[in-house]
């Protein structure tokens, strides 16, 4: 549901995965969904064109679905995970999942009532180089981290031409990249127990913020203290010598050694024994756009995850209710930067659940 940008590499990441048939589309403008159905068997080889609808009811009604992905503007999310949920169909939702807390508290209950599961598509953990940091953590070799930096930053005009909708959004930064990076703090490192944040915007065509940075407080148990300091910086203003986007930069600082997840996927694990360096570039496909790789690579195994989650072969990891904990981070990060204070994260705030 949903066929914009994202789609145009979600819906071959399907057909990477296997084992799934797209027998529907939707959009609101039903021209796009028709491009999009012709792209299904001319560029990704798929069987049969699916159908296109641009009343996302006369879909609910007409089609027999297993499942459906929402790939939509943030703002259609709700409606259409309740349509779903109305028909009891399972759902996966692009992430952020909604703009509040509240929203999101009703899409998770309305599920969970009507007895489907929601899951939320958080690729960014997926990515190749991430995936090998985090083996790199779990291995213990840096021993307990203590403190992390994970840096977002970018100078890239092409995002906002392929997705004009970002330059219209009131909240920018941590809403639309602050959602990944969040998830992977609290993958890396656990749940919050509070933060602080600051957000400017530079760009004076904008509606939102394009810089933030949040400092959390990560609750992890063995580690010194019991926590993990790590700051968030992210950017879509920030010039750098060699082109980032879109790479998630990492540095952790351990009780044993230090890991760093530098640009080009390099990761450098440094302990008492000296350095070791090692590349862990993305595996690359033909429908992926070159300017996106790392990202567009990591949906075939965050499809592959939420596929196993729906037919019940083990549980997936970025289900919705684990991401109403980002939602969380996200909407009192704004408060925190709104009220230049530190917030304290409570997480019973959602009384449907
Ligand atoms: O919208 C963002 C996302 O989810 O991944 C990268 C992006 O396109 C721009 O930062």
């Given at each position: 549901m949903g066929t914009g940008f994202w789609a145009n590499f979600q819906i071959p990441a399907w057909f990477e995965v296997g084992g799934v048939e797209l027998v529907a589309l939707y959009n609101r403008t039903r021209s796009k969904a028709e491009a999009v159905a012709a792209k299904c068997v001319s560029d990704w080889h798929a069987p049969n064109a699916p159908r296109v609808y641009d009343d996302p009811n006369e879909l609910f009604r007409r089609e027999q679905l297993d499942f459906v992905d929402i790939i939509t503007e943030a703002p259609a999310h709700a409606p259409l995970v309740h349509l779903a949920a109305s028909h009891r169909v399972p759902v996966i939702c692009q992430k952020p999942m909604a703009s509040d807390i509240e929203t999101a508290c009703g899409m998770v209950a309305a599920c969970s009532q009507a007895g489907v599961s929601l899951f939320v598509h958080e690729n960014f953990r997926w990515q190749t180089p991430i995936r090998a940091l985090k083996a790199v953590l779990d291995s213990g070799k840096i021993g307990w981290p203590f403190r992390a930096r994970i840096q977002y930053i970018f100078y890239k005009p092409l995002v906002f031409e392929n997705q004009p909708m970002l330059k219209t959004l009131e909240k920018l930064a941590l809403a639309d990249v602050g959602s990944h990076i969040f998830d992977l703090a609290r993958f890396f490192?656990?749940?919050?127990?509070s933060l602080y944040c600051q957000t400017t915007r530079v760009r004076p065509d904008i509606a939102g913020e394009d810089v933030a940075s949040a400092m959390l407080r990560c609750s992890l148990p063995g580690a010194p203290g019991g926590h993990v300091i790590c700051t968030c910086d992210m950017s879509y203003s920030s010039r750098t010598e060699v082109e980032q986007f879109p790479q998630t930069l990492f540095y952790i600082e351990g009780s044993q050694g230090t890991v760093e997840l530098s640009p080009d996927f390099w990761i450098r694990l440094t302990t008492d024994e000296g350095t070791f360096a090692r590349r862990h570039p993305p595996q690359r496909f033909a429908w992926a756009d070159p300017d996106y790789a790392v990202v567009h690579s990591s949906i075939v195994p965050c499809n592959a995850d939420l596929l196993a989650g729906l037919r019940g072969d083990h549980p997936a990891e970025t289900t919705g209710e684990d991401n109403l904990k980002t939602v969380r981070l996200v909407h009192r990060a704004y408060e925190s930067a709104a009220q230049n204070k530190v917030i304290q994260l409570d997480y019973d705030d959602c009384p449907a659940l």
């Open positions: 490192f656990g749940d919050p127990q």
